[in-house]
């Protein structure tokens, strides 16, 4: 049975990946904070490891005697990276550089990253994005992934360490925070909920590529312990749906009538970005997507159960 850390194992994405691991028969840890709650997980049978990202002994520690390690955890937000770029520079960067390090020195097979794929092939117009075109990140939260993505290429060459880069495209649904600065679709369902109006920024013509987070998980699941083709890999539903597009379906699930704050288009966003899975879906297979007005039901259902003015 495969020994798994997954860092960030309380976290959005980090949780889920956690029950999928589990169900899959991995050996699990989950490494993260744990002092605001409980685990949000719903395995039972995984080794729940306290700890600090930002503490070079406790990675050291939860590293050891790992074979896998899948690091889900971000010190920052796009917008949090945006208002303090040496934030982004000093822990995610840093911090995961002696990650990594760590991981070399326990003998880990193989480093798995969640990298972005919504913010790190910047504005080149195209339809969509495949993993052979040119990274161009105009923002510090995308310029810092890319970053580390080189510095994974840096390690395979220098240490012989594996790794995969996922870029991940938009993720949405349970267990994510809803009160924070990162995710429309929490964000404007937590507003809706509380009556308050929903913020748009611009004329809601932006398209993203959204993905359920259930379906994510059943996407990268397979890839954890297997000899890939490739260490770089676009995970997303591979389909672009508007801003607009997203307002219509949260006005259908939640039957409430909101009001739209729209605000000006930071300089950093760009107007389109959808991944091409092709890579993916040849080596693993076409994956089951819920569809969107499904995924924003779900993800409704427990923010309305949970928010409170």
Request: overall charge negative; some cysteine; proline content about 5%.
């Amino acid at each position: 049975m495969a020994k798994t850390l997954v860092i960030g194992g309380n976290g959005f994405i980090g949780s889920h990946l956690v029950d999928a691991l589990s169900l899959a028969g991995h050996d699990v840890t989950a490494f993260d904070r744990f002092s605001a709650s409980d685990p949000v997980f719903s395995a039972k049978n995984v080794a729940v490891l306290p700890g600090e990202f930002l503490s070079r002994a406790d990675l050291d520690s939860a590293v050891r005697g790992q074979d896998y390690v899948l690091h889900f955890l971000s010190t920052t937000t796009p917008a949090t990276a945006e208002s303090d770029p040496t934030l982004d520079i000093r822990t995610n960067i840093a911090q995961t550089v002696e990650l990594l390090e760590s991981c070399v020195a326990a003998g880990v097979k193989r480093f798995y990253y969640a990298s972005t794929g919504g913010a790190i092939y910047g504005p080149q117009g195209k339809a969509d994005y495949a993993e052979t075109d040119r990274a161009l990140p105009i923002s510090p939260y995308g310029i810092g992934k890319l970053s580390i993505e080189h510095y994974l290429h840096y390690f395979r060459i220098k240490h012989d360490l594996k790794s995969t880069a996922l870029r991940i495209s938009n993720p949405y649904g349970t267990r994510q925070k809803a009160n924070k600065k990162q995710g429309l679709i929490p964000i404007a369902l937590r507003q809706i909920v509380l009556g308050r109006p929903v913020i748009r920024m611009g004329d809601g013509s932006m398209v993203r590529d959204y993905v359920f987070v259930e379906d994510l998980v059943q996407m990268l699941t397979p890839m954890v312990g297997v000899e890939t083709e490739f260490d770089l890999y676009n995970i997303g539903s591979g389909v672009g749906h508007s801003v607009s597009e997203i307002i219509d379906s949260l006005r259908r699930v939640t039957q409430i009538d909101f009001g739209i704050t729209e605000l000006p288009i930071p300089p950093t966003f760009v107007d389109r970005v959808v991944l091409n899975t092709d890579r993916y879906r040849s080596e693993f297979g076409a994956s089951r997507l819920t569809a969107l007005d499904d995924g924003v039901r779900f993800t409704f259902e427990e923010i309305r159960a949970q928010t409170h003015d």
